[in-house]
């Protein structure tokens, strides 16, 4: 499986430029993560964990709330947003771990739904949001010319969205999976 990692600095007029064209379908709307319940967000994550691993192979959902209370230690609510239908419903995220590793910023951004309507939409604008306060951002600096995206691409919104950011490099890696030997 394939990882783009690609980068967006948002500070740069490229980048500026990209949050600027980013809008949300009618109908939703973006919030800070600190805005909504842990639960409602530890469904959401898990909702998308789930079908956006299980190519990788088998998931537990029974242990997904355990897996989140590990992963979110390094998101940034304030930074993370998340979209919202009519109903209240998170529809897509953009979870933000500042210098989680070498400096690096990442954002991992998936719909929550496989079969998300208007999801690439919502996903380009869900990061916007990010990468907005991310470019403002003044209590915890982190370096704008290496916000990466992390994950793979099972995700059937993600390939646009990583297409349409403008070039500022990328790292990106393979997962292989390996036939044991015999």
């Known amino acids: 499986m394939h990882c783009p990692a690609p980068r967006i600095d ?3 007029a490229a980048g500026r430029q990209w949050i600027s064209e980013q809008h949300l379908p ?4 973006t919030v800070a993560m600190t805005e909504l319940p842990t639960d409602a967000v530890v469904r959401a994550w898990a909702t998308s ?9 088998g998931v537990h959902a029974d242990r997904l709330p355990h897996v989140w209370t590990d992963y979110s230690r390094g998101v940034d609510p304030d930074m993370s947003m998340l979209t919202l ?3 209240g419903e998170i529809v897509a995220f953009s ?3 500042p210098d989680v590793w070498d400096g690096r910023t990442m954002i991992i951004s998936e719909t929550v739904e496989f079969d998300q309507p208007d999801g690439t939409g919502l996903q380009k604008a869900t990061v916007a949001a990010s990468l907005a306060v991310l470019a403002q951002n003044k209590l915890h600096p982190v370096d704008l010319h290496r916000i990466e995206f992390e994950g793979h691409s099972t995700d059937p919104h993600t390939p646009a969205l990583f297409d ?6 990328a790292d990106p890696m393979d ?3 390996l036939a044991p030997p015999l």
Do not use: C
Request: charged share 20%; net charge negative.
């Open 95 to 97: 979870l933000v771990s």
């Open 164 to 169: 349409s950011l403008p070039d500022a490099g």
């Open 85 to 87: 239908d009519r109903s």
């Open 26 to 29: 009618e109908g939703y709307a």
């Open 175 to 177: 997962i292989v999976e």
């Open 10 to 12: 948002p500070g740069s």
């Open 49 to 57: 964990y789930g079908w956006a691993h299980r190519p990788l192979g």
